[in-house]
Nanobody
Framework: QVPLLESGGGLVQAGGSLRLSCQVS????????MAWFRQAPGKEREFVSD????????SYADSVKGRFTISKDNARNTLDLQMNSLKPEDTAVYFC????????????????WGQGTQVTVSS
């Protein structure tokens, strides 16, 4: 069973929207912080957003605040990323990740990565 499986990427014009989903099948009973990262060609992988699976606390990279919204559905075990007002610089492979939660509930070591889904924003 694949722990994390993304879907929803594609090609969209600047100003448009996309919704990414991640089916989560990681170990039950572990407190995870679920996150989205992205990697553009020739660049390092960067943090986009995360959410504590238990208490729902969220955080966002400054570059996506006000445009992206992360959400979870514990019953369906899904993690979503709603991306609005997309820009060409949002073009990247987007990865779902499961990180262990630290004592304060924040993200620590990533334990699982998804395979990634391509998002391309045309100008």
């Amino acid at each position: 069973q694949v722990p994390l499986l993304e879907s929803g990427g594609g090609l969209v014009q600047a100003g448009g929207s996309l919704r990414l989903s991640c089916q989560v099948s990681v170990r039950a009973g572990t407190n995870y912080v679920m996150a989205w990262f992205r990697q553009a060609p020739g660049k390092e992988r960067e943090f986009v957003s995360d959410i504590n699976w238990n208490d729902g606390r969220t955080s966002y990279a400054d570059s996506v605040k006000g445009r992206f919204t992360i959400s979870k559905d514990n019953a369906r075990n899904t993690l979503d990323l709603q991306m609005n007002s997309l820009k060409p610089e949002d073009t990247a492979v987007y990865f779902c990740a499961a990180a262990l939660a630290g004592a304060g509930g924040g993200r620590t070591t990533v334990e699982y990565w998804g395979q990634g889904t391509q998002v391309t924003v045309s100008s």
